[in-house]
């Protein structure tokens, strides 16, 4: 069900998510997709995050810049891809959908931001960043500005934008 529901969202946007054109897709019943989730909108978020959860995996090569790098740019070239219009359509969704926006929180931001800040204290504890750094501030700090050029697109979001903004920010947090 969430393979056919990621193939909808991709292929049609949010709108061509619904419980009967997903239901079709996968062979199942509309009662089943009620049953499991409480909108189109969060079957839609679930199945975007199950399409992407490797592309956003985030290493841990003992490496705080290689790790922000690889991290930050297949979140970038995910963006910048298919899955750009359909997390920005998503965002937009949970401003008005309490469950889309429950689901988006549980199962999106705050793992991905837990996943980075662990990253940014490990990298303290090995010296590679300063102790008094606010890890949940970088985490701001580099995802935000990829979601503000997503969201209000007039500077360009692309690799070499990762770059800078990597090379900006650790000038100041290095060890």
Not at 18 to 40: C, D, H, I, N, Q
């Amino acid at each position: 069900m969430l393979a056919a529901a990621a193939e909808q969202l991709f292929e049609h946007g949010l709108a061509g998510v619904t419980f009967e054109k997903v239901a079709l897709r996968a062979g199942a019943s509309k009662m089943t997709l009620y049953k499991w989730w409480p909108t189109p909108g969060s079957l839609a978020f679930e199945a975007y995050f199950h399409a992407v959860e490797e592309t956003l995996a985030f290493a841990d090569t003992g490496d705080i810049e290689r790790d922000l790098s690889s991290q930050l740019h297949s979140f970038v070239a995910l963006l910048t891809g298919a899955g750009g219009p359909v997390i920005a359509e998503l965002i937009g969704a949970a401003q008005s959908d309490p469950a889309l926006a429950e689901a988006f929180a549980a199962n999106y931001t705050r793992p991905r931001r837990r996943l980075a800040v662990e990253t940014l204290e490990r990298a303290k504890v090995r010296g590679q960043v300063r102790l008094d750094v606010d890890s949940e501030v970088v985490v701001d700090q580099l995802w935000g500005a990829c979601y503000h050029r997503l969201l209000l697109p007039d500077q360009p979001l692309e690799p070499p934008f990762v770059d800078a903004l990597l090379a900006n920010l650790l000038r100041g947090i290095r060890a």
